[in-house]
């Protein structure tokens, strides 16, 4: 054996060091045997091999080799203590009830979680989710979905210029024209988006708020089946035993028009202070489409029948959750953010 | 639209529940609002009778009475001097609460015990006293509800009426619509002290005279018929008793007997009428387009501008009332006043739309003029002013009223296909079935050709063609008798919008990492220059459209702060606009803040985590950046992403906000979000043989970046390398530069690697970092 050689051994051994501090039980008695066997120990063998240097050699390296002897076996003792307190923290002194270590856990917007599962349960009837803009123009708007500005039908919307003829969508509606321009039936689609309106914010306004359009066009389609469309929602959205009412209303879009009214979650139709002692409460507007809006956006209205529904999914989720101001949705309050756990 | 359920039972002769009422109203598409009780605080109050008066034995102004309330007999104390034997009351029990919340209770008045108390009629909130106590009529029935003996009880319903059913803002109209549901015709009430107007009224094209005075139309186009009637002798007064009552039932406040006639003809006929002092006319009335620059100061004592699209009435000289809206003060009618012109007119929709909206006010009379008054139904509507005018004002009509008239309506008619109603409800109904249903509602049908040819009535002006008659078919029928079954549906031919698939990649990335879903107004102050303004905003808090979303969300931190929340972390994704010169561009945001602890705090750490820093910024924006596509760079302190094009798609770093001192710093960045093109990902080989591991510790000079070191370690280590990985970063004052070190994990598909073959790798690696960059090892 050379000095080189002997240098370069003792080095290796060193680095073993570091693997002893992190070693398993079973590791660290292999690596024992390894390093310190009394047949085969690498160290073992580096000392009885130390006859074959030169006398100075010797010692200096003697002694580096059972300084080194030293440190490994207190270093096994070490890792052995404190593999043997792990498996005691584990088995026996531990109050298990102490809190866990966790991780910050986030959610979807409260409107976002009613959107979304709005959406799923129209896809259920075919209908694909589809977006547009926010900024429109009034003959979308309003023109081509049969609202005369002249009218007080368009007093039902109040509305935020920014130029003139140029506006921000007072409702997500502008969609059916721009659908039905651009695809043939069948077209069943579910709009979700941002609508705006001229209302301060209070506790159950806001100028800007989610709504969601529905549109269905093809052959066939009648009230009996738009009836259909809507219940199924209802009861997959609410519950199974949910009462729907459709009343008639009045949209410049549809004929016939119906407001829909829904059981009252909270009371069960037995009447609170939030359906107004009615038993229930109003969720959505819809109807037939209006022949002059086929007419206006292209879709030949002796040919195609349809129906639109729309609704606010603001409101629906103060509803669900009892929330009492619209205004809470908007605040980005870390303590209310958190309370809608998915 | 306030509707007195009592008003419209006795048109129907039919005694109306209101609820019940209310609900049919509901389901016939005229909802209500509310439900207000008459008299409901009265509810406890019966009807009793005074058996026996004595003189109370301590007390010389106060009577024993026995009182019989129809299941007992007892004794109360009674102040009044009316109190007779044998005469019923109004009596209030214990336990019962007049109005102003005055309990009545058992008690002792001069050592005799009273129980319960005989009302007055100020007592009972029911106006002034006369003499004490309220007698009632012995027809009273003794135990009966006060409220319904004397006939107080009501209910107003509030109906929310949509624009399209103007004839519903009257109680005629509701009377006729739930006729048509309950069968049952309907009468107009009789005026107490009426005699029938006889007279007819003369019809002219262009002009006509009435009581002296000229009627000459100019604007038939803002006012299609113009009529009016001319009564003197009246006397201007309070109005009498029952119409004082109605109006106040209906909320309508009294004002004296002329005013009140046109009003209640205005609730009963919804025929708005005007009465002018007829002496303030000069013997001329003419309907003429406003002059510009023309004024007019109106009743309510407000000068008005007015412009050449308004349809005015005038008097030989000036107007004298705004078409259809409001009437002028220099004709208005005074305690003076003997002979009045009473206007019964048509003023159009849309005249009277914009004329109103010009001058910002809104009437009882324009709000009907806009929705379309029955034309058909303004003689009746006159003759039953001019009658009840006489009947509470006194007078005689001056002459035959005058109606200028120049194009009379004619009758809009409607054709209905039998297979187009089942076509659109889904049901089939008979012809007659149907024909009847229409009937009820007032449309005159004939069948004609297979179809039926319905005509319209005059109240109904959104009737206009087929689709509205097979609406009115499904109302009548009841939306609810209809059936519930869904018909196959064929797919949609309208993808999903991959945008959406996007923004929901993003929500569950960013809720995974532990962020809130915000949502912010995307309204606010100006953000820029680039700011789109909106016109006539609410404040100038919510003048202009956001450019960006972040500030709000910094914004939003800073309320998590006022409440005292240190640890905030949100994320939006939404819209954001800027001006352009034409549309204003509007394009997908998603913006993200953190602040405050990186992890909930833990026991096994003494509760000291640490706070968000940079490099969780960075992991952040580059979890958006996988999602929306791009690349980081530097820019000053600041990361920004860019797109394949080198334009700037977002911006990350540290936020100004306004702090308290106990904060952490603000993390936040902004990405514009737009459709990446990304096909599947192709599979690659698991590798099979061991890694080799090799650290190394360089100094860097300055001005070497480690993206730089780390391309070249890429270039120079070749094909074997598979990782590369910073794992610390050293700074001190010796070193020239910092030292930066990195672990590489080296690996060969094809064979198990040797220290050798690891050590030449990394050697060459060495040498060109030394060579390329003068990084040396450390
Ligand atoms: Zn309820």
């Known amino acids: ?342 | 639209m306030n509707i007195s359920v009592k008003w419209i039972s006795q048109m129907l002769g039919q005694s109306l529940d209101a609820r019940d009422t209310a609900h049919r109203l509901a389901m016939l598409g005229a909802p209500a609002d509310s439900i207000d009780p008459v008299g409901a605080d009265l509810d406890d109050i019966i009807v009793a009778e005074v058996e026996l008066v004595e003189r109370h034995p301590d007390a010389d102004r106060l009577s024993l009475c026995k009182v019989n309330t129809g299941t007992e007999v007892l004794d109360v104390v009674c102040g009044a001097p009316n109190v007779t034997a044998g005469c019923r009351y109004p009596y209030a029990p214990v336990g019962s609460v007049l109005p102003g919340n005055f309990k009545i209770k058992r008690r002792k008045i001069r050592g005799v015990e009273s129980l319960g108390m005989l009302c007055s009629a100020s007592e009972l909130g029911l106006g002034a006293d006369s003499d004490g106590i309220l007698e009632l009529e012995p027809s009273c029935e003794v135990g009966s509800r006060f409220t319904d003996a004397v006939g107080l009880a009501d209910a107003i319903l509030d109906l929310d009426i949509t624009p399209d059913r103007p004839d519903l803002l009257c109680h005629k109209g509701v009377a006729r619509e739930l006729g048509a549901v309950l069968e049952a015709p309907f009468k107009l009430l009789p005026i107490p002290g009426a005699v029938a107007s006889t007279t007819t009224p003369v019809r002219s094209e262009m002009e006509g005279s009435v009581g002296g005075v000229t009627v000459t139309l100019e604007d038939s186009e803002g006012c299609p018929r113009y009529m009016a009637a001319a009564i003197e002798g009246i006397k201007v007064g309070p109005s009498p008793e029952w119409l004082q009552q109605r109006l106040s039932a209906i909320g309508a406040r009294p004002i004296n007997n002329v005013v009140d006639a046109t009003n209640y003809i205005l609730f009963e006929l919804n025929q708005p009428m005007h009465a002018f002092d007829l002496d303030k006319l000069g013997g001329q009335v003419r309907i003429r387009k406003a002059n510009q620059g023309e004024k007019i100061v109106t009743l309510d004592d407000q000068e008005r501008d007015l412009n050449e699209g308004m349809t005015m009435i005038c008097d030989a000289e000036n107007a004298v009332a705004v078409a259809g809206v409001m009437g002028g003060a220099n004709s208005e009618i005074s305690n003076e006043t003997t002979s009045v012109l009473l206007e019964c007119a048509y003023f159009d929709p849309r005249t009277t739309r914009a004329t109103r909206n010009a001058l910002k006010m809104s009437t009882d009379a324009s709000y009907r003029f806009e929705r379309g008054i029955d034309i058909d139904a303004m003689s009746d509507a006159l003759r039953r002013a001019v009658s009840l005018i006489i009947a509470v004002a006194g007078g005689r009509e001056l002459s035959k009223p005058v109606d200028v008239y120049p194009r009379p309506r004619q009758p809009v008619t409607i054709f209905l296909r039998p297979e187009r109603i089942e076509k659109l409800l889904g049901v089939s109904f008979p012809l007659d079935e149907v024909s009847r249903m229409l009937t009820r509602l007032g449309f005159v049908v004939a069948p004609k050709d297979g179809r039926l040819a319905a005509q319209v009535p005059g109240w109904r002006p959104d009737v206009t063609i087929e689709v509205d008659l097979i609406e009115e078919i499904a109302r009548l029928h009841g939306y609810d008798e209809f059936p519930t079954q869904m018909i196959p549906f064929r797919p949609s031919s309208v993808p999903n919008d991959p945008i959406e698939g996007l923004k929901a990649k993003l929500r569950s990335v960013f809720t995974a990492a532990g962020l809130h879903e915000a949502r912010s107004l995307s309204l606010g102050p100006s953000g820029g220059e680039n700011a789109q303004p909106v016109l006539h905003p609410l404040s100038s808090e919510e003048a202009f459209l956001r450019t960006a979303i972040l500030p709000g969300l910094v914004r939003s931190v800073e309320h998590n702060w006022a409440v005292r929340e240190r640890d905030v972390r949100l994320f939006e994704v939404g819209a954001v606009f800027e001006k352009t010169d034409g549309m204003p561009r509007e394009t997908l945001s998603f913006a993200a803040v953190v602040t405050g602890r990186s992890n909930p705090e833990h026991w096994s750490n003494g509760g000291k985590g640490g706070d968000y820093d940079l490099w969780d910024l960075k992991a952040l924006l580059q979890n958006a950046v996988e999602v929306v596509g791009g690349r980081l760079d530097q820019d000053g302190n600041d990361w920004v992403v860019l797109n394949k094009d080198g334009e700037k798609i977002g911006r990350a770093g540290i936020q100004n906000a306004d702090a308290p001192a106990w904060a952490a710093p603000v993390f936040g960045f902004e990405v514009e979000v737009t459709l990446k093109r990304s096909g599947h990902v192709a599979y690659s080989a698991v590798p099979r043989n061991p890694p080799l591991e090799r650290d190394l510790a360089l100094i860097l000079p300055d001005g070497v970046s480690v993206s730089q070191v780390e391309e070249e370690i890429r270039k120079s280590t070749g094909s074997l390398l598979e990782s590369v990985v910073i794992f610390d970063e050293y700074r001190a004052d010796d070193l020239a530069g910092r030292s930066v070190a990195w672990r590489i994990v080296l690996r060969s598909p094809k064979k198990t690697l040797r220290d050798k073959d690891a050590d030449q790798a990394v050697q060459r690696t060495v040498n060109s970092l030394r060579d390329r960059l003068g990084v040396e090892l450390r």
């Open chain 1, 1 to 342: 054996m050379s000095n080189e050689t002997a240098r370069g051994r003792l080095a290796e051994l060193e680095n073993t060091l570091e693997t002893i501090a992190t070693a398993s039980p079973s590791g660290l008695a292999e690596l024992r045997n390894e390093i310190l066997g009394r047949k085969a120990g690498k160290l073992t063998h580096l000392l009885r091999s130390l006859g074959e240097l030169p006398p100075e050699e010797r010692r200096e390296i003697g002694a580096a080799a059972n300084i080194l002897k030293g440190r490994i076996e207190a270093a096994i003792e070490k890792r052995t203590a404190e593999c043997e307190s792990a498996d005691s923290a584990v088995g026996q002194s531990e109050d298990l009830a102490m809190p866990a270590r966790t991780l910050w856990r986030g959610n979807r917007h409260p409107v976002t979680v009613v959107v979304d599962e709005i959406c799923e349960i129209f896809k259920e009837l075919g209908f694909t989710r589809v977006v547009g803009p926010e900024v429109e123009t009034d003959e979308y708007n309003f023109t081509k979905l049969n609202i005369p500005l002249d009218h007080p039908a368009a007093d039902m919307h109040d509305t935020f210029y920014l130029s003139p003829g140029v506006l921000l969508r007072t409702h997500t509606s502008p969609m059916q024209a721009h659908t039905m321009e651009k695809y043939q039936p069948p077209i069943r689609i579910v709009v979700p988006g941002q609508v705006y309106r001229r209302d301060p914010f209070d506790p159950s306004h806001s100028p800007v708020f989610e709504q969601i359009e529905g549109l269905a066009v093809d052959e066939g389609i009648t009230f009996v089946d738009f009836k259909a469309g809507i219940d199924y929602f209802v009861k997959a959205f609410f519950s199974k035993d949910t009462k729907v009412r459709f009343r008639p209303s009045f949209f410049p879009f549809t004929e016939p028009s119906a407001e829909i009214d829904v059981g009252c979650p909270l009371c069960k139709g037995s009447g609170c202070s939030t359906c107004k002692h009615t038993g229930f409460m109003e969720i959505m507007g819809a109807g037939m489409v209006h022949p002059t809006v086929f007419d206006r956006c292209g879709v030949d209205s002796e040919k195609y029948t349809g129906y639109a529904y729309g609704m606010g999914p603001h409101r629906i989720t103060m509803i669900r959750h009892g929330i009492p101001d619209i205004r809470l949705l908007y605040e980005n309050d870390m303590r209310f953010l958190g309370q809608f756990v998915e």
